[in-house]
Protein backbone atom coordinates (compact mmCIF):
# COMPACT_ATOMS: atom_id res chain seq x y z
CA UNK A 1 0.00 0.00 0.00
CA UNK A 2 2.91 1.98 1.03
CA UNK A 3 4.86 1.66 -2.16
CA UNK A 4 1.39 2.53 -4.51
CA UNK A 5 0.75 5.47 -2.64
CA UNK A 6 4.34 6.64 -3.09
CA UNK A 7 3.81 6.12 -6.40
CA UNK A 8 0.69 8.00 -6.70
CA UNK A 9 2.02 11.01 -5.81
CA UNK A 10 5.24 10.48 -7.76
CA UNK A 11 2.46 10.40 -10.73
CA UNK A 12 0.48 12.82 -10.08
CA UNK A 13 3.42 15.17 -8.96
CA UNK A 14 4.28 14.64 -12.65
CA UNK A 15 0.58 15.00 -14.29
CA UNK A 16 1.25 11.59 -15.06
CA UNK A 17 -2.41 10.14 -15.55
CA UNK A 18 -1.28 6.83 -16.88
CA UNK A 19 1.07 5.94 -14.06
CA UNK A 20 -1.83 7.27 -11.73
CA UNK A 21 -4.10 5.07 -13.19
CA UNK A 22 -1.63 2.63 -12.31
CA UNK A 23 -1.06 3.32 -9.06
CA UNK A 24 -4.78 3.42 -8.11
CA UNK A 25 -5.00 -0.33 -9.65
CA UNK A 26 -2.45 -0.85 -7.42
CA UNK A 27 -4.17 0.18 -4.37
CA UNK A 28 -8.01 -1.36 -5.36
CA UNK A 29 -6.28 -4.68 -5.22
CA UNK A 30 -3.99 -4.08 -2.15
CA UNK A 31 -7.55 -2.75 -0.08
CA UNK A 32 -9.37 -5.98 -1.83
CA UNK A 33 -6.48 -8.19 -0.26
CA UNK A 34 -7.03 -6.85 2.88
CA UNK A 35 -10.20 -7.13 2.96
CA UNK A 36 -11.79 -3.44 2.72
CA UNK A 37 -13.89 -4.31 -0.37
CA UNK A 38 -15.89 -1.18 -0.52
CA UNK A 39 -12.86 0.75 -0.43
CA UNK A 40 -11.50 -1.53 -3.26
CA UNK A 41 -14.48 -0.99 -5.60
CA UNK A 42 -14.06 3.15 -5.15
CA UNK A 43 -10.56 3.07 -5.92
CA UNK A 44 -11.02 1.18 -8.92
CA UNK A 45 -13.86 3.26 -9.72
CA UNK A 46 -11.47 6.54 -9.23
CA UNK A 47 -9.13 4.68 -11.62
CA UNK A 48 -11.37 4.18 -14.03
CA UNK A 49 -12.57 7.63 -13.67
CA UNK A 50 -8.95 9.16 -13.82
CA UNK A 51 -7.89 6.56 -16.83
CA UNK A 52 -10.48 8.36 -19.40
CA UNK A 53 -7.50 11.45 -19.50
CA UNK A 54 -5.20 9.25 -20.44
CA UNK A 55 -4.03 9.96 -24.30
CA UNK A 56 -2.16 7.45 -25.31
CA UNK A 57 -4.72 4.72 -26.75
CA UNK A 58 -2.56 1.35 -25.98
CA UNK A 59 -2.02 2.47 -22.04
CA UNK A 60 -6.07 3.24 -22.41
CA UNK A 61 -6.57 -0.01 -23.35
CA UNK A 62 -4.54 -1.63 -21.02
CA UNK A 63 -5.51 -0.24 -18.28
CA UNK A 64 -8.79 -0.20 -18.46
CA UNK A 65 -8.30 -4.48 -18.90
CA UNK A 66 -6.26 -3.88 -15.63
CA UNK A 67 -9.05 -2.21 -13.84
CA UNK A 68 -11.88 -5.16 -15.32
CA UNK A 69 -9.36 -7.80 -14.69
CA UNK A 70 -8.88 -6.59 -11.00
CA UNK A 71 -12.68 -5.84 -10.39
CA UNK A 72 -12.76 -9.80 -11.35
CA UNK A 73 -10.17 -10.50 -8.35
CA UNK A 74 -12.09 -7.89 -6.29
CA UNK A 75 -15.18 -10.28 -6.71
CA UNK A 76 -13.45 -13.70 -6.49
CA UNK A 77 -12.24 -12.43 -3.10
CA UNK A 78 -15.44 -11.86 -2.29
CA UNK A 79 -16.29 -15.69 -2.60
CA UNK A 80 -18.90 -13.98 -5.12
CA UNK A 81 -20.58 -16.31 -8.32
CA UNK A 82 -18.44 -16.70 -11.44
CA UNK A 83 -21.64 -15.41 -13.17
CA UNK A 84 -20.51 -12.07 -11.87
CA UNK A 85 -16.68 -12.26 -12.54
CA UNK A 86 -16.81 -12.97 -16.02
CA UNK A 87 -18.38 -10.35 -16.86
CA UNK A 88 -15.54 -8.19 -15.87
CA UNK A 89 -13.28 -10.92 -17.36
CA UNK A 90 -14.66 -10.58 -20.48
CA UNK A 91 -15.00 -6.78 -20.31
CA UNK A 92 -11.11 -6.89 -19.61
CA UNK A 93 -10.32 -9.15 -22.67
CA UNK A 94 -12.38 -6.43 -25.00
CA UNK A 95 -9.99 -3.72 -23.83
CA UNK A 96 -7.14 -5.95 -24.21
CA UNK A 97 -7.69 -7.02 -27.60
CA UNK A 98 -8.07 -3.21 -28.96
CA UNK A 99 -3.54 -3.21 -27.45
CA UNK A 100 -2.20 -1.98 -30.82
CA UNK A 101 1.63 -3.15 -29.68
CA UNK A 102 1.59 -6.99 -30.46
CA UNK A 103 3.50 -7.79 -27.63
CA UNK A 104 2.02 -6.15 -24.72
CA UNK A 105 -1.32 -6.97 -26.28
CA UNK A 106 -0.64 -10.79 -26.01
CA UNK A 107 1.28 -10.54 -22.54
CA UNK A 108 -1.74 -9.02 -21.66
CA UNK A 109 -4.19 -11.07 -23.41
CA UNK A 110 -2.00 -14.67 -22.22
CA UNK A 111 -2.98 -14.00 -19.06
CA UNK A 112 -6.72 -12.72 -18.85
CA UNK A 113 -7.58 -15.90 -21.67
CA UNK A 114 -6.44 -18.14 -19.10
CA UNK A 115 -8.20 -16.27 -16.35
CA UNK A 116 -11.40 -16.44 -18.06
CA UNK A 117 -10.41 -19.99 -18.89
CA UNK A 118 -10.60 -20.76 -15.14
CA UNK A 119 -14.14 -18.95 -14.58
CA UNK A 120 -15.65 -21.08 -17.22
CA UNK A 121 -14.55 -23.93 -15.41
CA UNK A 122 -16.49 -22.78 -12.35
CA UNK A 123 -19.48 -22.22 -14.73
CA UNK A 124 -19.28 -26.01 -15.81
CA UNK A 125 -18.75 -24.59 -19.35
CA UNK A 126 -15.95 -26.69 -20.93
CA UNK A 127 -16.37 -25.91 -24.39
CA UNK A 128 -15.84 -22.29 -22.97
CA UNK A 129 -13.24 -22.80 -21.29
CA UNK A 130 -11.06 -25.14 -23.65
CA UNK A 131 -11.22 -22.05 -26.48
CA UNK A 132 -9.92 -19.34 -24.17
CA UNK A 133 -7.40 -21.91 -22.79
CA UNK A 134 -6.35 -23.28 -26.35
CA UNK A 135 -6.32 -18.91 -27.02
CA UNK A 136 -4.04 -18.95 -23.94
CA UNK A 137 -1.82 -22.02 -25.82
CA UNK A 138 -1.62 -19.83 -28.61
CA UNK A 139 -0.61 -16.57 -27.75
CA UNK A 140 2.26 -18.62 -25.35
CA UNK A 141 3.44 -20.73 -28.34
CA UNK A 142 3.34 -17.16 -30.26
CA UNK A 143 5.36 -15.37 -27.74
CA UNK A 144 7.64 -18.12 -26.81
CA UNK A 145 8.32 -16.18 -23.00
CA UNK A 146 8.44 -18.57 -19.96
CA UNK A 147 5.78 -16.70 -18.31
CA UNK A 148 3.76 -17.09 -21.32
CA UNK A 149 4.18 -20.77 -21.87
CA UNK A 150 3.68 -21.65 -18.32
CA UNK A 151 0.25 -20.10 -18.67
CA UNK A 152 -0.76 -21.74 -21.54
CA UNK A 153 0.14 -24.66 -20.64
CA UNK A 154 -1.63 -24.43 -17.18
CA UNK A 155 -4.44 -23.06 -18.71
CA UNK A 156 -4.69 -26.18 -21.84
CA UNK A 157 -4.31 -28.57 -19.24
CA UNK A 158 -6.56 -27.42 -16.66
CA UNK A 159 -9.97 -28.33 -18.00
CA UNK A 160 -8.86 -31.79 -19.41
CA UNK A 161 -8.29 -32.48 -15.39
CA UNK A 162 -11.45 -31.07 -14.33
Known amino acids: MEAADKLLDLAKGENDDYHSVQALIAKALAYSYLGFFERSSETSKSAEELCKKVTDNDEFYSSMGQIYAGRSEILNLQYQSPEKTIVNDLK??????????????????????????????????????LFYSRKAYELAKAEMTLSTKHLGYMALGTPILR
Not at 109 to 126: E, F, N, P
Open 92 to 129: SVGYYEKIKDVKKRNGWLAIQYSSVGYTYIDLDKHKEA
